[in-house]
C-alpha cells in the first residue's frame, strides 16, 4: 500500500488497517468510559508560586543592561558570580583521584566521617554533649531536611499534651511554616523585628516566649537571622536561656550560616554550645550550603542532643536515651529519603577532617563574610551620603550575615522593581551577596530616590 494511496492492495495491507481500526475503537471506548479525575480544583486547588523563586524568574526574564538581583541567597563575588570556594575544588579534586571513590549507598545516618565532624564543628569537639554520648547525628537534605526531620520527630514524640505550637520569629525564613504545618504542628509568632529601631525587639520577644504555654517549641536562629540579620547579644541569649528552662519549652534551633555570618566558626556557633552547657536537651539544623558554598549538593545534618540527666523510666544512662532518639530517627529517615546523597558530604568531610583544609577553609569563610561586611559599610555611606543625614542608614552595619531588613516599604520595593531593575523580597530584604563595587553607587542611588519621592506617606522615615 502506497502512504499516497490508501487504498489496500491485498490481504496483508487490508488485516493491518482493520487491526489498526480495532485499537482506535478500543482508546475510544475507553475514554468515552473512563470517570473524570477524583482531583477537582476544590479538592487541589492551585498552589501560589513561591515568592523567591517568582522573584528569580522575573528577574532572569528582564532584559535591562543594569538589572541588580538582591533576592538571591547565594554568595556572589565581586563580578556577580557564583563562587567555588578553592578549598571545595582542591577536595573534589582528591575525591576525583580516588581510586577507591564508588557510588554505593551510605548508611540511613549518613556518611559517619561527615557526621562525627559536623557534630565536633557545631558543638565544639570539647563538648561534654559529645563526651558523654548522648547527641547523635544524621545527615541530611541540607538545613531544610534537618528541619524537616526534626518537625517530623517532635510531632510523632515530644508530649505535648495540649498540642502545644512551634513559636517562629516574626518574621522568619518563609519555609518554616511549610514544613512545620506539613507535619501539623500548630505555629504561632513572638515579636522579633522592631520597625521603629530596626534592630531587635528583645523586650516583645522574651514576654511572648515567657506567657507560651509550658512546653511549646521555640525555633530559634543560631546566628546571622534570616531574613532580618539582627542578632541576639550573649547577655540576651543567657537571660532567653532562663524563661525557656523555667517553662520547660523545647529549643530548636537552625543553623544555616556558621562561620559565614562573623567569619568566626565558634563564635557564630555560641548560642547552640551555651545552652547545652546548660543542660538543655535540643536539636539542631545545620546546613553546609552557605558555608561550603554547597547549594545544590543538599548537604546538611540533624543534631539531638539528649538531657544529662536520663529519661525517668530508664536511669540507666542518658546514652540509653539517646539511642531510642536515634532509632526512631533512622525509621523517619528511612521512610522519606532512605539514604542521604554522597557528593556534598564527602565535600564537606574532606575539608572538616584535613587540618590543612580546614585552616583554608576559614580563610575562605573570611573571605565571603569580608566581602558582605565591605558591602553593608559601603551602602551605608552611599547612602547617608546622598541624604545629608548621619546615622540614618546605621541598622545596614548593624546587622549581619547574608541579608539585610532595610525598613523599605513593600511600595517602595515595587518601586525600585519597575523603575530601577533592581530585585528584592517585598518585606525589603536585600542580599548583602547581590551587591558589589559595579552597582552599588546604582542601587543606593535609586534607593535614595525612591525614599525621598514617598517619603511622606511611607512607613520608612529616613
Same mark, same amino acid.
Given at each position: ?7 489496500p ?15 482506535l ?26 515568592p523567591?523563586?517568582g522573584?528569580?524568574t ?16 547565594? /554568595? ?72 524537616h ?9 515530644l ?32 515579636? /522579633? ?60 534551633f ?19 554550645? /551555651? ?19 554547597? /547549594? ?41 529519603i ?7 558530604a564527602?565535600i ?79 518585606n525589603?530584604r ?29 512607613d520608612?522615615?529616613?
Open positions: 500500500m502506497s502512504p499516497l494511496n490508501p487504498t492492495s491485498n490481504s496483508s495491507d487490508t488485516s493491518e488497517i482493520t487491526t489498526q481500526l480495532s485499537r475503537s478500543n482508546i475510544s471506548g475507553h475514554m468515552a468510559g473512563s470517570a473524570p479525575s477524583v482531583f477537582t480544583a476544590d479538592r487541589v486547588p492551585q498552589a501560589p508560586e513561591d523567591l523563586f522573584l528569580m522575573a528577574y532572569r526574564n528582564d532584559t535591562f543592561e543594569k538589572k541588580v538581583d538582591l533576592g538571591i541567597g547565594a /554568595y556572589r563575588d565581586n563580578d556577580a558570580k557564583p563562587w567555588v570556594l578553592p578549598v571545595v575544588k582542591k577536595a573534589d579534586e582528591i575525591l576525583r583521584n580516588d581510586p577507591n571513590l564508588n557510588h554505593e549507598y551510605l548508611p540511613i545516618s549518613g556518611l559517619a566521617d561527615f557526621t562525627s565532624a559536623a557534630q565536633k564543628l557545631m558543638l565544639g569537639a570539647d563538648s561534654p554533649a559529645i563526651e558523654e554520648k548522648r547527641v547523635t547525628t544524621l545527615q541530611t537534605i541540607s538545613g531544610t531536611g534537618a528541619l526531620l526534626g518537625a517530623l520527630f517532635l510531632s510523632k514524640f508530649p505535648r499534651p495540649h498540642n502545644q505550637a512551634i513559636y517562629f520569629s516574626n518574621p522568619t525564613w518563609a519555609n518554616h511554616h511549610q514544613i512545620f504545618s506539613n507535619v501539623h504542628i500548630p505555629i504561632k509568632t513572638y515579636p /522579633y523585628f522592631s520597625a521603629q529601631t530596626k534592630g531587635l525587639d528583645f523586650d516583645g520577644m522574651y514576654s511572648t516566649i515567657a506567657s507560651a504555654p509550658e512546653g511549646s517549641i521555640i525555633l530559634l536562629h543560631a546566628c546571622a537571622h534570616n531574613p532580618t540579620g539582627v542578632d541576639l547579644t550573649k547577655d540576651q541569649w543567657i537571660k532567653l536561656s532562663s524563661i525557656i528552662r523555667e517553662k520547660s519549652h523545647f529549643p530548636f537552625d543553623c544555616a550560616y556558621q562561620g559565614f555570618a562573623s567569619g568566626d566558626l565558634n563564635q557564630d556557633a555560641w548560642a547552640i554550645r /551555651y545552652f547545652i552547657s546548660q543542660g538543655f536537651e535540643t536539636c539542631i539544623a545545620q546546613s553546609f550550603a552557605k558555608n561550603f558554598g554547597l /547549594y545544590g549538593e543538599r548537604a546538611g545534618a540533624f543534631h539531638f542532643v539528649t538531657s544529662p540527666t536520663p529519661a525517668s523510666d530508664h536511669p540507666s544512662s542518658a546514652s540509653d536515651t539517646i539511642t531510642r532518639i536515634a532509632s526512631q530517627l533512622a525509621i523517619c529517615q528511612r521512610s522519606e532512605s539514604n542521604p546523597p554522597a557528593y556534598g564527602r564537606a568531610s574532606t575539608v572538616l577532617n584535613s587540618p590543612p583544609l580546614f585552616s583554608e577553609w576559614e580563610q575562605n569563610l573570611l573571605t565571603m563574610s569580608g566581602r558582605i561586611k565591605e558591602m553593608r559599610s559601603a551602602l551605608r555611606s552611599y547612602l547617608e551620603e546622598l541624604n545629608g543625614k548621619q546615622g540614618s542608614w546605621k541598622h545596614i552595619t548593624e546587622q549581619i550575615g547574608m541579608f539585610s531588613f532595610t525598613g523599605l516599604s513593600e511600595g517602595q520595593v515595587g518601586e525600585l522593581r519597575s523603575r530601577g531593575h533592581i530585585y528584592m523580597t517585598k525589603g536585600i542580599s548583602m551577596a547581590g551587591l558589589n563595587t559595579g552597582n552599588l553607587a546604582y542601587v543606593a542611588d535609586w534607593i535614595d530616590r525612591v525614599v525621598r519621592e514617598t517619603e511622606s506617606k511611607s520608612l522615615k529616613i
